[in-house]
Nanobody, 125 residues
Framework: QVQLVESGGGLLQAGGSLRLSCAAS????????MGWFRQAPGKEREFVAA????????YYTDSVKGRFTISRDNAKNTVSLQMNTLKIEDTAVYYCAAGYRGQRTLDTRSAYDYWGQGTQVTVSS
């Protein structure tokens, strides 16, 4: 069993930066694929970014490429999402997820076994 806790969300103006963190307990994340998803009001939860445990390859949805960076610290059992040049449309609850299924693609919810409770990010004009 894995417990994931996100932190770092908040309210900020467009163009600003924010760093989200996801801390895990109960099981090491060193062999898990990790992902960040987000859900805006009235919308489906969507993929944002992911990082493979093997090789550390990273993946991003098109709308955040060049602005967001996912990273992991296996020694600290954490995963982070650095978000720069934030836009109003980035407003959402952000969730981290851990997957031990070894799926080839990480942009779907089915690739993950455990989810955090989410942290709110609100970007204003």
């Amino acid at each position: 069993q894995v417990q994931l806790v996100e932190s770092g969300g908040g309210l900020l103006q467009a163009g600003g930066s924010l760093r989200l963190s996801c801390a895990a307990s109960g099981r090491t994340l060193s062999r898990s694929d990790m992902g960040w998803f987000r859900q805006a009001p009235g919308k489906e939860r969507e993929f944002v970014a992911a990082i493979k445990w093997a090789g550390g390859n990273t993946y991003y949805t098109d709308s955040v490429k060049g602005r967001f960076t996912i990273s992991r610290d296996n020694a600290k059992n954490t995963v982070s999402l650095q978000m720069n040049t934030l836009k109003i449309e980035d407003t959402a609850v952000y969730y981290c997820a851990a997957g031990y299924r070894g799926q080839r693609t990480l942009d779907t919810r089915s690739a993950y076994d455990y989810w955090g409770q989410g942290t709110q990010v609100t970007v204003s004009s």
